[in-house]
């Protein structure tokens, strides 16, 4: 039973482009909700990340979008660079539960120049 | 430089041969972590531990053993490999308590391969 949904699997953007990767929930005590990157041969990092009290979190050139009511968020790499093409991961916690994060399945960006 | 050290980066054994992939961090944390990565599964948590001595299981545990005697060390241990355990397997740390969210620093990866 996957608690967090990641979609799509993969995607292919035109550099310039904007990246849209989504996740859904199922546990609503969820109440921290990051996001991590990672490039090939190294770990996960954390990229960005939001709390259900906001709608909306921006980083630069990366977007959070949550929607409490649907369950779901969802990150936006606005105009994609060559050097973003990663793996993301979204993920999901209860802070008074420890923080333990469960993931989502992970979607592969690739930018192409 | 604050790091998560994973070692061997690359391993290739066979089915029932135990081995030991260590981990250790310099960060001072209290919380450590092993997960498993694997295509379409995401980073599935095998066992953590919240400070020396004490460590519970995650979501997948079958199979694999850690102990915590110091806090910087975290070694996971496979007493009986099987093919299904081949994957990509990665240690994290992070503070404790969580007043931020926690973020989890993660080591650089260790490819498991048993035949």
């Known amino acids: 039973q996957q608690q967090v949904k990641q979609s799509p699997q993969s995607l292919i953007v035109q550099k310039g482009g904007i990246s849209i990767i989504n996740c859904a929930y199922e546990n609503t005590a969820f109440d921290y909700f990051p996001w991590y990157q990672q490039f090939p041969g190294k770990g996960p990092a954390l990229l960005i990340a939001i709390r259900p009290d906001v709608s909306e979190k921006k980083e630069g050139r990366f977007t959070i979008s949550f929607n409490k009511s649907a369950k779901q968020f969802s990150l936006h790499i606005m105009d994609s660079q060559p050097g973003d093409s990663a793996t993301y991961f979204c993920a999901a916690s209860i802070e008074a539960a420890g923080n333990k994060l469960t993931f989502g399945g992970g979607t592969r960006v690739l930018v192409k120049p | 430089e604050a790091q998560v050290t994973q070692n061997p980066r690359y391993l290739i054994t066979v089915t029932g041969k135990k081995l030991t992939v260590t981990c250790s961090q310099n960060?001072?944390?209290?919380?450590m972590s092993w997960y498993r990565q694997d295509p379409g599964l995401g980073l599935r948590q095998i066992y953590y531990s919240m400070n020396v001595e004490v460590t519970d299981k995650g979501d997948v545990p079958e199979g694999y053993k850690v102990s915590r005697k110091e806090k910087r060390n975290f070694p996971l241990i496979l007493e009986s490999p099987s093919p299904n355990q081949t994957s990509l397997y990665f240690c994290?740390?992070?503070?404790?308590?969580?007043?931020?969210?926690?973020?989890?620093?993660f080591g650089e990866g260790s490819r498991l391969t048993v035949l």
């Open positions: 960060m001072n944390h209290e919380y």
């Open positions: 994290a740390s992070r503070f404790l308590p969580t007043i931020t969210g926690g973020e989890l620093f």
